[in-house]
């Protein structure tokens, strides 16, 4: 099992920026492969980052050159740097945790905390 806990949400004016945090509980957290995802209202779910065991990313177009994720391996956190917000940022984002025997399958999720970006 794998416990998830993001912070570092918030109210942040266009064109800031935030830094959100996740620990995760367990005790083989580099083999992991971890997510950012966000949820907008009446929106669906998506991908914002993703970070392989190794720490090589992945992002959703609409965030490259914005958003960094990375990972402390050693301190069983993960961190999404999120620079030039926009109000179209503004989401539930979640952390979420993939075995890496099935390392798309994200089926470990944290509660989720809230990012408002105000124009």
């Known amino acids: 099992q794998v416990q998830l806990v993001e912070s570092g949400g918030g109210l942040v004016q266009a064109g800031g920026s935030l830094r959100l945090s996740c620990a995760a509980y367990?005790?083989?957290?580099?083999?992991?492969?971890m997510g950012w995802f966000r949820q907008a209202p009446g929106k669906e779910r998506e991908l914002v980052a993703r970070i392989t065991s190794g720490g090589s990313t992945n992002y959703a177009d609409s965030v490259k050159g914005r958003f960094t994720g990375s990972r402390d391996n050693a301190k069983n956190m993960v961190y999404l740097q999120m620079d030039n917000l926009n109000p179209e940022d503004t989401a539930v984002y979640y952390c979420?945790?993939?075995?890496?025997?099935?390392?798309?399958?994200?089926?470990?999720w944290g509660q989720g905390t809230q990012v408002t970006v105000s124009s």
């Open positions: 979420a945790a993939a075995s890496y025997y099935t390392p798309h399958n994200f089926d470990y």
């Open positions: 367990v005790r083989t957290f580099s083999e992991y492969v």
